[in-house]
């Protein structure tokens, strides 16, 4: 006999955005950029809904999804997910569930087959975002996120010498845009949400 299957999921539904916009989750950390928004509205144009909202009915709140529910239209029906979780269970879905999914790594060859079909598909050529996605994702770049050069910071740390080992918990990440107008809004973003991030990023430049 099989071991039972602790499942905090109660069942999917169908509901008219209305029911749970306002109802987000206030230790939510995600924040989204213009670019993810415009990358996200280009796909659904495209397919439609195919992820659904996570909600949490025992706390009454969006576990994950908070950004499609906003962008939705207010008598839009969204695809649900809900279930029963405790504060403890939703702290590590919202801390984890998201994290996990961007540990995966990029097959290039599987990937470039991929898009050499995508790119054939009517309106995909149009979808200027989710083209920069893929472009990012064969030249290695992370998604469009607000990080640190890390190998700066630590230079900084040492008198500015050069440094051989850089912590492992910091990250380097290239940042581009199609625009100038892109980079700017994106540097208007982070001195708004990360002052503190935002003093410590060397650039961020367009590319053409």
Known sequence: MSEEVNNGITSFEWVQAVDIKGKTNPDNWRRHPAQQIKAFNELKALVGWAKPII??????????????????E???????????????????????????????????DKLANLDSRT???????????????????????????PSVDAESE??????????????????????????EAEAEEMKVFLQD?????????TSISTIY
């Not at 504060?87 to 999914?101: A, K, S, Y």
């Not at 900084?156 to 492992?168: F, R």
């Open 193 to 201: 949400t990360y002052p503190a991030l935002a003093d410590r990023i």
């Open 119 to 145: 790119a054939k598909i009517k309106g995909v050529a149009d979808s200027t975002m989710l083209n920069r996605l893929t472009e990012a994702k064969m030249n290695g770049e992370q998604n469009i996120i």
């Open 154 to 179: 630590a230079q900084k740390s040492n008198g500015g010498a050069d440094v051989e080992n850089v912590p492992v918990s910091s990250h380097v990440v290239r940042i581009s845009f199609d625009t």
């Open 55 to 72: 909600f949490n009915l025992q706390l009454d709140m969006i576990v994950d999804g908070h950004m499609r529910v906003e962008q939705a």
């Open 74 to 108: 207010s008598d839009e029906l969204l695809p649900v997910i809900f279930g029963n979780w405790t504060r403890d269970q939703q702290d590590m879905l919202l801390e984890w569930l998201d994290p996990i999914g961007g540990m995966a790594f990029t097959d290039l």
